[in-house]
């Protein structure tokens, strides 16, 4: 077979999803190149927009035919990815869209549905507990949390569930218990908490458990970390679902990378991953222990 | 003293009765003083009396907190912080006014560089510097660091920058302290010169001598007050003196006292070798006071701290009772009995942002502590002993070192190393910025540290101190030894053959001139 | 603290009043004038168990800043301590998954030791290549911040690091959750670590030669004062704060993650000099800083529980409060 | 003349040669040993496209260092310069949206003029707190850093602020992306910039000043120089360089949110002192700061380059490669 190298462009692991998909990417990267022999993966991970534009440069420089990225801040790296593509080669981009998502700026749109993390969380709670008062925990303030926000909004459109409080958490276990032990301080009854992550599900608990507090019905955390996944299968009354949002997203994006450049399969267009619910029936499928996520 | 015209004797610059006051401090107490065209003017008065404080304040540097400043006979509010050189008036301060990073040039025109089309003309800077440095018979490169200088070449800058200015009052607070007799001599050529120009001096010593051979009219303050103010054709030494301290002085120097020469050879230093010093061999005796003297530059202070374990030795053995002390070991020294006093109080000695209790013990902390913990109180104890023996006078207990009389710095400074109890002191420049009734007191001190059997090494530019203290005498020359003198050989005459390179030690080769 | 300077008669103790607490006092001016903010914004704000949350959970900043005081105090800085807190606790967690002793008591014991000793010999770390290798403070310890937070993502793979054992979960959470008294354990710790601090810092040779390296360098070699050795000191001190906060933080959440601590360097030096110490280095106050970090974590906490600000404005008005409990330190100690 | 003083100026000036010289060229061989590593391990590295691809992105944190290095050398320090970059350069883009002036250009012209005025005003404001409210200088600028990238979030709304009109963005564009005689425009402006604070700083009364200022203010104050003005200006400066990286930033994404520029500021105060100015004031070395800005930069570009090192560890290294680059620069220097 022909030398090919496809270049992955990564966000850090600075929490446990982006830890998820560094590890789904070196995973897919190593099964790929079991299967093509003259293929050679090649992953990179960025803190930040700006040294990913770096990373896609150097990639870039070490000469790929194609480039799966998922972008830390999707906006910001439209024009590095477009030149990318400029030179004719293969782009797919996962999980984060840039706002002008079409054929100009990549072939494959590998899509985790941030709208509908939300969403689904919402529409839980409004069919379960239609007069909830809720306090959301968001992440950092960038685009994704937004839409994150915006999906849930509409989740719950049309119902008694009320909104307290929105707070940042930062996507990290500590902010999270801090902004959760105030929220109960500050609010004598809450039924529900979204707080959208399963890094800051693990603060969030925590919270509640040294509290004491017993109004707290349950949380609703995000993404499929294993442990909450562990959690929603034991039936943990706290955790009764999760909502998808598969790290493992870059996986199939590769594949679907690999199968275009090698001409097996047309790839082109818009893939999108449902939001599933995991409840406690589904959950065994969604549960992998070795992951670090 | 100078052909001064009856008409010029009119005061560029005087002070009306001047209070100062620091919080709750009165340091000054309604003073007169004035300074006329083309005189010098000497402000004498103990450690503590207030002379930095009443030069600062007609320079603008500090506000009075009550009086009046007149020039020409007009009043005025002098503009702080060195802006009233555009009036005519500069200050040298007893402290270093210098920043580390600049180098010579650049702070010589600190703040008033010259500029061409806004561009920096360094060129004529460098040129004008070297102008004034040659002036001053002085071989300080001009583009060199102010921090390598040593103290003795910062001062030299200091008086660059002075007389650079064109200045009508120049105040010179203490320009002679870290000044060797050469050095000072070119200093007080230009002080002449300008003089005669018409530029008014005011010069605040506490070497008589000094005041003597230079001045033309003496102010002596007391405590704050005023006391007298007269030309000093009419007043001598020993009159000044009593003026200043008010009581009369016995002698300066205490009687010397020769020690045996069978008694222990407490330190022996052979062959030391640093960067600069060469092949430097001597020994001290118990009981004996040996002098280091040289010009400025010499070697003196570089030898000394290669002694006490400051610098590294590149070669030769320092020996403390036969005991061996490697290179660079400051601590080792130490426990051996060996103490070092430095000549930069500021920038080596004292801790200037804290006060007497923290500076005094720093070195001897272990005295203190008790069950592991410091004893403050046997501290307190510890600064009211030495503000007894050493006459350090503040008067605010708790003031910061930084902020008291730089006599008084000196005296707390000595006061720290000899809390180490040592056996062997090296004391380079005991007496800088110290006034004549604590000078005295300090070496008697010394003497009888001597006959206590203890043993010093004296370093200083002042020969009169060296020739009235020491029983030997070590003249250095560049970075070495030029010459060990003894008995009748200590005298002025001798000392400066050897330290200007006119006789040499019988061993050393001639040293080529440059 | 004025116990360093309270050596004295009468007539002393009274200029110092004036003097030198109204400096250390103005720090705690800041602290009860947010108090007085607080109760105002939320009435649940002034409440036990809200104030002793927030004491709680600043233990971490609290216990770090106290031994910063002691790096700054001599003259350094360091940056590393958020990754040193990362890297301690997944050591630590990795240790007690190990299963290397069975009894869990006797493990958690060896675990708290062996913590110990490695924050010890991070502090170290950073303490020798500052020194021997003279390089900056500032940079050496960025190098090592990039150095601790990397082995501790390689260590968890980017993902978390938790403790396994239910049991020894039970076990040690306590030191986090519980209180004697009715005083939470973990104000206890600050309290007693800064008890230590304090009279290290005040009380024995070793801290006053913190003060004077920390003021002039020079003058302390030329009093026979180890320079290198007390520099290296401080940041074994600051290592070993590390340690006993991750000894705090551990059984909290039970797990840690490569985004633990993440720019706690900042907020425990912030508090450090909220507190009064000066970055240049000398006097150190150990007490102020212990008031830095309450503030700190009271802004965040008045901030959540007022009701009028906006999410996205949150980080701006933190700024601004810093500066004003600074200006309002600052005009305080001019008063003097 | 006397004859004591006659030790040869011609030593001196000799040895001040040496000393001053290998220590400013330390940096410069820290780059150039980091070349032949990048070379050995990767083929492509040396290439002109690569080189230059770093040359050029190291622009922002090369100009923004450009500014910090007068801070720094007037013995202050800002924090804020990462947030500051975020929130002038979402000010810049909502001029831009907002079609105040129809002519693409004339809107483009005004554009940059606002970004320009506001950088400067935003190192105003970091200096008057400093210097009139005499607050700690990172202080004063951690709480600036909260407040400007507050003010972002909040008019970015959590989301990014996004360039709308495809004419100018494409008009904009060669200000990042285009070239003068194969020479990338970013790297000209570098240049530009260095040679004038070069200039200002080696050449002008005012950089003498500053100099002067960060050695000891109480002698630059005694010589009639006006402390806090030069410390004000100098802030003024860095907030200007901060607006230059601005309008290379935007063209180069066409957009920015709440998160650029995190960290700029380690890496802008890294750069500055990896080129040799030290962090206590005094001297300041401007090519230097470039020199350590690309040293940043390249020691990325090998991580990336390079295949063989996990991605978990790349912090690691990266710290121990600025470990290593300052011994060596230690090294170098103590040889003079
Ligand atoms: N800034 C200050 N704050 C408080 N006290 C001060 C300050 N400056 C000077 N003093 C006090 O004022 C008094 C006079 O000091 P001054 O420096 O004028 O003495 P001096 O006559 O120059 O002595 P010396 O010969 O030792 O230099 C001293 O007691 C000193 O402690
Ligand atoms: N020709 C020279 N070449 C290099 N350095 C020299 C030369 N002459 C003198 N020095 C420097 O001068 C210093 C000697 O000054 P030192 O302070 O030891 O002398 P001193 O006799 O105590 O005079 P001072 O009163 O100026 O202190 C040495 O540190 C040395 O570095
Ligand atoms: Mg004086
Ligand atoms: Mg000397």
Redesign the interface.
């Known amino acids: 077979q022909e030398t090919k190298t496809i270049g992955v462009s990564i966000p850090a692991a600075d929490h446990g999803w982006t830890a998820g998909v560094v590890y789904h990417a070196n995973r897919v990267a190593d099964l790929l190149m079991k299967e093509h022999p003259g293929l050679k993966v090649v992953v990179k991970t960025s803190p930040d927009p700006a040294s990913q534009a770096n990373a896609l440069q150097d990639l870039e420089v070490q000469g790929i035919d194609a480039l799966v990225i998922l972008p830390t801040d999707p906006d910001p790296l439209v024009n590095a990815i477009k030149e990318v593509k400029r030179k004719g080669t293969f782009v797919s981009i996962v999980d984060r869209a840039p706002s002008s998502n079409d054929n100009s700026v990549r072939d494959l749109y590998v899509a985790g549905n941030n709208p509908a993390l939300g969403e689904v969380a919402g529409q839980y709670i409004k069919a379960n507990t239609p007069d909830a008062q809720v306090v959301v925990i968001r992440g950092l303030p960038i685009p994704i949390d937004q839409q994150r926000q915006d999906g849930f909004d509409k989740g719950i459109a049309g119902s008694n569930v009320k909104v307290l409080d929105r707070q940042f958490g930062n996507w990290n276990r500590d902010d999270a218990f801090r902004v959760m032990q105030d929220y109960l301080t500050k609010y004598p009854k809450i039924d529900v908490v979204w707080c959208q992550d399963d890094d800051m599900a693990v603060g969030v608990l925590e919270a509640i458990a040294e509290a004491k507090r017993t109004d707290i019905k349950y949380i609703i955390g995000g993404a499929g970390s294993k442990d909450m996944i562990k959690k929603v299968m034991d039936g943990d009354k706290m955790v009764p679902v999760n909502v998808l949002y598969p790290p493992s997203m870059v996986g199939t994006a590769m594949e679907l990378t690999a199968a275009a450049i090698y001409d097996q399969v047309p790839v082109h267009g818009t893939y999108t991953l449902d939001a599933t619910l995991i409840t406690k029936d589904n959950a065994k499928n969604y549960y992998f222990p070795e992951s670090p996520f | 003293m100078s052909g001064v015209p009856e008409g010029a004797k009119a005061p560029v610059l005087a002070a009306e009765r001047v209070s100062k006051s620091f919080g709750e401090v009165q340091v000054l107490f309604s003073v007169d003083f004035d300074v006329r065209r083309g005189e010098v003017h000497a402000l004498m008065g103990e450690n503590g009396a207030g002379k930095s404080t009443l030069v600062k304040i007609l320079s603008g540097?500090e506000q009075p907190t009550s009086g009046r400043i007149l020039l020409d006979g007009d009043p005025v509010t002098m503009p702080a912080?060195?802006?009233a050189?555009a009036l005519g008036v500069v200050l040298i301060?007893q402290e270093f006014?210098?920043?580390?990073?600049?180098t010579v040039s650049?702070s010589l025109f600190?703040?008033?560089?010259i500029?061409r089309f806004?561009?920096?003309d360094k060129r004529s800077m460098k040129r004008q510097t070297r102008l004034i440095l040659d002036q001053l018979?002085?071989?300080i490169?001009e583009?060199?660091?102010i921090s390598?200088l040593t103290v003795a070449e910062k001062q030299m800058v200091e008086i660059a920058k002075a007389i650079s200015r064109d200045a009508r009052v120049i105040f010179m607070d203490e320009p002679t302290a870290v000044l060797?007799r050469?050095?000072t001599d070119?200093l007080f050529g230009q002080v002449r010169r300008l003089r005669a120009q018409g530029t008014s001096f005011v010069f605040v010593s506490h070497k008589l001598d000094e005041v003597m051979e230079l001045t033309d009219r003496v102010t002596v303050l007391r405590d704050g007050q005023w006391v007298k103010t007269a030309p000093t054709s009419v007043l001598d030494g020993e009159a000044i003196a009593q003026l200043m301290v008010g009581r009369e002085l016995s002698t300066l120097y205490p009687a010397k006292h020769e020690p045996n020469v069978d008694e222990e050879v407490v330190l022996s230093v052979e062959r030391l070798t640093t960067g600069y010093v060469r092949d430097a061999s001597f020994d001290l005796r118990r009981g004996e006071v040996l002098g280091f003297s040289?010009?400025?530059?010499?070697g003196r202070t570089e030898l000394m701290e290669a002694v006490a374990g400051?610098r590294p030795r590149l070669a030769g053995d320092v020996r403390i009772r036969g005991r061996s002390i490697a290179s660079s070991d400051?601590?080792g020294a130490?426990r051996e009995g060996l103490a070092?006093m430095?000549k930069d109080r500021k920038?080596?000695?004292?801790?200037?942002?804290?006060?007497m209790?923290?500076n005094l013990?720093?070195?001897s902390?272990?005295r203190h502590?008790r069950n592991?913990?410091?004893d403050?109180?046997s501290?307190?104890q510890a600064v009211d002993r030495a503000r007894r023996r050493f006459d350090i006078r503040v008067r605010?207990?708790?003031v910061r070192a930084g902020r008291m009389s730089g006599g008084n710095q000196q005296k707390l400074l000595l006061a720290?190393i000899m809390e180490l109890e040592p056996g062997i002191i090296i004391i380079d420049e005991p007496t800088r910025g110290i006034d004549v009734g604590t000078k005295q007191q300090i070496y008697h001190f010394i003497a009888a540290l001597a006959r206590e059997g203890r043993s010093i090494i004296v370093v200083s530019s002042e020969m009169t101190e060296i020739i009235g203290l020491c029983t030997r005498v070590a003249v250095m020359?560049?970075g070495r030894i030029a010459g060990m003198l003894e008995g009748e050989d200590v005298n002025e005459q001798v000392i400066m053959r050897y330290?200007?390179?006119?006789s040499k030690a019988a061993d050393e080769p001639l040293a080529a001139?440059? | 603290m004025t116990v360093g300077t309270e050596f004295s008669p009468q007539a002393r103790r009274q200029r110092s009043w004036r003097e030198i607490d109204l400096r250390a006092v103005a720090p705690f001016a800041a602290l009860a004038l947010l108090l007085i903010i607080g109760a105002l914004v939320n009435p649940n704000f002034i409440s036990i168990t809200n104030l002793s949350n927030v004491a709680t959970r600043s233990a971490f900043i609290a216990i770090i800043a106290v031994g910063a005081t002691f790096v700054i105090s001599a003259g350094d800085l360091d940056l590393s301590v958020g990754s040193m807190v990362a890297f301690v606790a997944s050591l630590m967690i990795l240790f007690m998954n190990s299963g290397a002793i069975a009894d869990p008591s006797l493990m958690l014991a060896a675990a708290v030791a062996l913590t110990l000793i490695v924050g010890s010999l991070c502090g170290l770390a950073n303490g020798l290549i500052t020194t021997i290798g003279r390089i900056e403070p500032f940079i050496a310890t960025l190098g090592t911040m990039g150095i601790y937070r990397g082995l501790t993502t390689w260590l968890s793979q980017g993902g978390a690091i938790t403790v396994k054992s239910a049991e020894q979960q039970a076990l040690y959470r306590p030191v986090y959750f519980g209180s004697v008294l009715g005083v939470p354990v973990p104000i206890l710790v600050i309290l007693a670590v800064t008890l230590v601090a304090a009279f290290i810092l005040y009380r024995t040779r070793y801290g006053r030669h913190v003060t004077a390296v920390g003021s002039n360098r020079e003058v302390a070699r030329y009093s026979g004062i180890g320079v290198d050795r007390v520099r290296m000191m401080a940041f074994v001190i600051q290592g070993l704060c590390v340690a006993i906060a991750v000894l705090l933080y551990v059984p909290r959440l039970g797990s840690t993650s490569a985004t633990t601590g993440i720019l706690w360097e900042l907020q425990a030096i912030t508090a450090v000099v909220v507190g009064g110490t000066a970055l240049k280095g000398g006097a150190g106050r150990v007490w102020g800083t212990i008031c830095g970090a309450f503030i700190l974590e009271l802004v965040g906490n008045i901030m959540l529980l007022s009701n009028f600000i906006s999410e996205y404005l949150i980080g701006a008005i933190q700024g601004t409060i810093i500066i004003v409990a600074m200006l309002v330190q600052r005009s305080l100690a001019r008063r003097s």
Do not use: P, W
């Open positions: 540097f912080n060195g802006a050189e301060h006014n210098l920043a580390d990073h600049l650049e600190l703040g008033r560089e500029t806004g561009v920096l018979g002085t071989s490169h583009d060199a660091l390598s060797s050469q050095e070119i040289g010009l400025i530059g010499s400051l400051f601590r130490a070092y430095t920038g080596c000695g004292l801790l200037l942002g804290e006060g209790a923290v013990t720093l070195q902390i272990e502590v592991g913990y410091l403050t109180r501290e307190a605010d207990e708790n720290k020359r560049e330290a200007a390179g006119l001139r440059a």
